[in-house]
């Protein structure tokens, strides 16, 4: 739609058909993921999974066949570059997202001491 207005098209559209259509799309596609960076240097690239249990944790050779979640970690520019995809199938929709990504950083820097610190959630509006 941009593009054709942008080009000049007359579009036929209605702002409640768009806004059902859009957020229909989302929640059939929903997913989350985030990156964080490090100050550790990172030469090589990985890739790991986590679980919950009920805290998140690194996953085992065990349990990786049901990853809640899956992520990279190789260099980035300031060292270490962090990108994490959670499996919609186990995070609830609607509750703000911050705390648990802020949950999952934690672990990730303990582990691969990435030189973030503590992180903080936004408060939840």
């Given amino acids: 739609m941009h593009f054709a207005s942008i080009e000049g098209l007359a579009l036929d559209w209605r702002g409640e058909e768009l806004e059902r259509l859009i957020v229909s799309a989302g929640d059939t596609t929903r997913q989350l993921s985030f990156t964080a960076m490090g100050s550790r240097p990172i030469t090589e690239s990985e890739s790991f999974a986590l679980v919950r249990d009920p ?58 001491e990435l030189g973030i610190g503590p992180l903080t959630a936004a408060q939840d509006l």
């Avoid at 992520?71 to 980035?76: D, F, I, Q």
């Avoid at 186990?90 to 705390?99: L, N, Q, S």
């Fill in 55 to 112: 805290t998140w944790r690194l996953a085992t050779e065990a349990d990786a066949h049901l990853p809640q979640s899956v992520g990279t970690l190789g260099p980035g520019p300031t060292g270490a570059y962090v990108r994490v995809g959670l499996n919609p199938a186990h995070y609830t929709v609607g509750p703000a997202a911050g705390p648990l990504v802020a949950e999952v950083v934690a672990v990730l820097d303990a582990h691969f």
